[in-house]
């Protein structure tokens, strides 16, 4: 059973930079996609970013695209999100997620979940 930590969320300011980072432990075998959604307040959870656990391809959403880096390290286990140039809306909590199959969007196409990280950017 794959397991996912996520850290590194805070609350910055709007133009700062925050890096997110995701602890994978358990299941590495069956993971081919690791992927970052966010969630705020009252709203359904918006993909932010995906990255190919072998091969590194990745995939952005144009609401971050240029702005946030996704990448992962298969020696350590993580994948990290590094977000520059952050606005008031793209506060929420941000969550990692694993899948046992190619790049995809959906919340609903990634079966394993951490726990989630607050990211707040302030105006």
């Known amino acids: 059973q794959v397991h996912l930590v996520e850290r590194g969320g805070g609350m910055v300011q709007t133009g700062d930079s925050l890096r997110l980072s995701c602890k994978v432990s358990?299941?590495?075998?069956?993971?081919?996609?690791m992927g970052w959604f966010r969630q705020s307040p009252g709203k359904e959870h918006e993909f932010v970013a995906a990255?190919?656990?072998?091969?590194?391809?990745?995939l952005y959403p144009d609401s971050v695209k240029g702005r946030f880096t996704i990448s992962r390290d298969s020696a350590e286990n993580t994948v990290s999100l590094q977000m520059d140039r952050l606005k008031p809306e793209d506060s929420g909590v941000y969550y990692c997620?694993?899948?046992?199959?190619?790049?995809?969007?959906?919340?609903?196409?990634?079966?394993?979940w951490g726990q989630g990280t607050q990211v707040t950017v302030s105006s």
């Open positions: 358990g299941g590495q075998a069956y993971i081919y996609t």
């Open positions: 997620a694993a899948r046992a199959g190619p790049l995809a969007t959906a919340r609903t196409d990634f079966g394993s």
């Open positions: 990255v190919g656990w072998r091969a590194g391809s990745t």
